[in-house]
């Protein structure tokens, strides 16, 4: 069965630094996104992603993050400054039509963690 | 705005007794409901989802969940638990009024399944 792959599965980083999360979506899927938790709190929203664009994104995607699929393969998120409060467990998801009957597959997250 | 909610963090069961892990919703418009499971280090796993239909939803590894529009509720149960059925459970929504051409999930704050043998 295909999976969601996500590297690196731990991340640790200074402040200020930048970070690059990568996924690999199942191949057949069309929409992306990303998701974040941090440590005993919900998991939210964070950019959706769709033919090479930013679909939808939520108040928490400032300027200092960015998204991009490079080659077709991998998805990407970039956090440019990274601050404290970006250490959390960030989870890349992604279906087949973008449709809110669709079923999103997510992967195994990638723990950030900023000191 | 669209919402979950899980009032129980914790929920404890013994191995072979039913179980039921709790969710309410609120949205504008007719819900579309999922449970995702998550393992220690594992992603979240997609179990089931309401779409329309039958109120009583089957899933992956005997899960089903119950629609409820009245009280605006979609409980996940299971006959009879496993120890290994001992993980994290998010109730989830996706929103079919959103802008934009692919839909967020709202979660909730997901409750803690600890099935004791």
């Known amino acids: 069965e295909p999976e969601v792959t996500q590297t690196p599965s731990h991340q640790v980083t200074q402040m200020g630094q930048e970070v690059i999360l990568r996924c690999v979506p199942i191949s057949n899927h069309l929409y992306f996104y990303w998701y974040r938790q941090i440590l005993g709190q919900k998991v939210e929203f964070l950019v959706s992603?769709?033919?090479?664009?930013?679909?939808?994104k939520s108040e928490i995607f400032d300027d200092q993050f960015s998204v991009e699929r490079p080659d077709g393969s991998n998805f990407t998120l970039k956090i440019r400054s990274t601050k404290l409060e970006d250490s959390a467990m960030y989870f890349c998801?992604?279906?087949?039509?973008?449709?809110?009957?669709?079923?999103?597959?997510f992967g195994p997250g990638t723990r950030l963690t900023v000191l | 705005a669209q919402s979950v909610a899980q009032p129980e963090d914790q929920v404890n069961v013994a191995e072979g007794n039913p179980l039921t892990v709790k969710c309410t919703y609120s949205v504008s418009g007719n819900p579309y409901l999922f449970w995702y499971v998550q393992y220690p280090n594992r992603g979240l796993q997609f179990l089931l989802k309401y779409i329309t239909g039958d109120n009583l939803v089957k899933g992956s590894y005997g899960f089903e969940a119950e629609f409820n529009k009245s009280q605006t509720s979609f409980h996940l149960k299971k006959p009879s638990a496993l120890v290994s059925d001992s993980a994290l459970y998010f109730c989830?929504?996706?929103?079919?009024?959103?802008?934009?051409?692919?839909?967020?999930?709202?979660f909730g704050s997901g409750t803690q399944l600890t099935v004791l043998p």
């Open positions: 998801a992604g279906d087949l039509s973008g449709l809110s009957t669709d079923t999103q597959y």
């Open positions: 989830a929504v996706r929103d079919r009024y959103s802008s934009g051409s692919a839909r967020q999930l709202t």
């Open positions: 992603f769709y033919n090479n664009e930013i679909s939808e």
